[in-house]
């Protein structure tokens, strides 16, 4: 077992419940399907998101059972992963009345996922 298995045991918190955590978390408002429409329009006249004050959109993914399964594993996982499971599982503690995890508490020295550009991977 690795560290964010004994974590998630030790807080007694069931996948099941992290993902759906996460899935409300990222779901698409209103607010954000009218930035997703402002970015559109600011591609199309070709100008940039800063000069249009556009802030970011959530994601509208939550987590998936295989992430959950590379972070049961110790696998190296990409940074929006990673702050997606701590931002699910720092909502359940706050709920239940407990003190918010840091990262390194949650994950331990596991690294982050590098990404392979395109191009090398298809060599």
Same mark, same amino acid.
């Given at each position: 077992m690795g560290v964010f298995s004994d974590f998630v045991k030790e807080k007694k918190l069931p996948d099941v419940q992290l993902i759906g955590v996460s899935g409300h978390q990222e779901r698409l408002?209103? !607010?954000?399907?009218? #930035? #997703?429409? =402002?970015?559109?329009? /600011?591609?199309? !006249?070709?100008k940039k998101y800063a000069e249009e004050n556009i802030a970011k959109p959530k994601s509208g993914r939550g987590l998936s059972q295989q992430a959950l399964?590379? !972070?049961h594993a110790d696998q190296p996982l990409p940074r929006k992963i990673r702050s997606k499971i701590a931002a699910a599982?720092?909502?359940? #503690?706050?709920?239940?009345?407990?003190?918010? /995890? =840091?990262?390194?508490?949650?994950?331990? =020295?596991?690294?982050v996922?590098?990404?392979?550009?395109? =191009?090398?991977a298809k060599k």
């Open positions: 408002t209103p !607010a954000d399907r009218e #930035l #997703l429409q =402002k970015r559109r329009a /600011a591609r199309k !006249a070709e399964n590379k !972070a599982v720092n909502t359940i #503690l706050e709920r239940r009345g407990q003190e918010k /995890a =840091k990262t390194e508490q949650i994950f331990g =020295k596991i690294g996922a590098k990404r392979v550009p395109k =191009k090398a």
